[in-house]
C-alpha cells in the first residue's frame, strides 16, 4: 500500500530497543516537525481552502501526537532530549531541483509530506509488530493507522493540484531516491535514519 521500494530492515528495532529514551524523543521532535510543516502549508498556500481545512485539523492531530510521546517519556522518569538534524528528511529535501512555478513547489513539498508520512507508517509497524515492550507495541500500533492516512491525504492533495501524470512520475522517481537514501539508513535508533 505504502509505495516504498525499500522496507526497513527489521534489525533495525534491536536498535531502537537498545535506546528506547532516543527513538521517543526523536519520535516526538518528528511530530513536532510535522506540526510545523502543516502549519506552512496554512501560511505558504491560504487561498486552498480544502488544503487550509486539512491542514488545520493536522496541526491538531500532530501536537496531540507530540503530547502523546511526551507524556511516555515523562512516565518513564525521562526528560525530553534535545532535537537533532534529521539525516534522512535532510536528504530527501535535495531531490527537487529549487525554483519553478508555485504549483510546483506545493506539489513538491505534498510529496516530500507524503513520503515522509510512509516511511513513518511503515516503522510504526515494524515497531509494534517486533518490538519487546508491550506498551510500546500498542501505541505504534495506534499511530500507524494516522501516519497512514496522513501520506494518502499528502499524495491525494498533490495528483489534486499537480498534472496527474507529471505527479504520479515524480512520485516514483522521488520513491526510488528515497530507496537510495534508505540504503545508508536505518542503523540509528531514530524515527527515520
Not at 48 to 73: C, G, N, P, W
Not at 78 to 101: A, C, H, I, Q
Request: aromatic letters at 10%.
Amino acid at each position: 500500500m505504502l509505495g516504498l521500494k525499500l522496507p526497513t530492515d527489521p534489525r533495525w528495532v534491536n536498535i531502537v530497543e537498545k535506546n528506547i529514551h532516543e527513538i521517543l524523543t526523536d519520535h516526538a521532535f518528528c511530530e513536532q516537525k510535522a506540526t510545523s510543516t502543516a502549519i506552512s502549508f496554512i501560511v505558504l498556500f491560504p487561498e486552498y481552502t480544502d488544503l487550509v481545512q486539512e491542514m488545520t485539523a493536522l496541526v491538531k492531530e500532530e501536537i496531540s501526537h507530540f503530547k502523546m510521546v511526551h507524556d511516555r517519556i515523562i512516565a518513564r522518569g525521562w526528560t525530553l532530549g534535545r532535537d537533532r538534524k534529521d539525516e534522512y528528511v535532510n536528504r530527501l529535501m535535495t531531490f527537487f531541483p529549487k525554483g519553478g512555478s508555485r504549483v510546483n513547489f506545493m506539489v513538491n513539498k505534498l510529496l516530500y509530506a507524503a513520503l515522509i508520512e510512509a516511511r513513518s507508517c511503515e516503522r510504526f509497524r515494524l515497531l509494534s509488530e517486533e518490538i519487546n515492550d508491550p506498551e510500546l507495541a500498542e501505541f505504534y500500533k495506534n499511530l500507524m493507522a494516522s501516519e497512514a492516512n496522513h501520506y494518502t491525504m499528502f499524495l491525494g492533495f498533490a495528483r489534486k493540484y499537480g498534472k496527474r501524470e507529471e505527479v504520479d512520475q515524480k512520485w516514483q522517481d522521488l520513491l526510488t531516491f528515497e530507496a537510495e537514501i534508505m540504503l545508508d539508513l536505518g542503523k540509528k535508533e531514530t524515527m527515520h535514519g
